[in-house]
C-alpha cells in the first residue's frame, strides 16, 4: 500500500479486523486493489488457533464499521 493511500484512511481495528478494514477502506475511497494468489495448505492434523471470540469480535466490528461508531475493544487475559 502506498504511504498516500495509507494517509487517507482512517484505521482504528488493532486486531483480526484491520485487513476487512483496510479493503473496506479502499473500496470507499475508489483505491485500486490487486489480489495475489496464494495456494491455502491446511494441516488436518492440528485444530485451528482461530476461537469463537475472535469471530465474535469480528461481526461485532463489521456493525460498527457498517453504522460508524468505534471499533469494539476486549481486554484480553493475558
Request: net charge positive; aromatic share 16%; proline share 4%.
Amino acid at each position: 500500500m502506498k504511504r498516500e493511500a495509507y494517509g487517507r484512511m482512517n484505521l482504528h481495528a488493532k486486531d483480526w479486523f484491520i485487513d476487512a478494514e483496510i479493503v473496506l477502506n479502499c473500496l470507499n475511497l475508489g483505491l485500486k486493489m490487486y489480489e495475489i494468489p496464494i495456494k491455502f495448505q491446511g494441516i488436518e492434523t492440528r485444530k485451528s488457533f482461530v476461537r469463537i471470540n475472535a469471530l465474535l469480535e469480528f461481526t461485532r466490528n463489521l456493525f460498527a464499521y457498517r453504522f460508524g461508531w468505534p471499533p469494539f475493544e476486549y481486554k484480553r487475559k493475558l
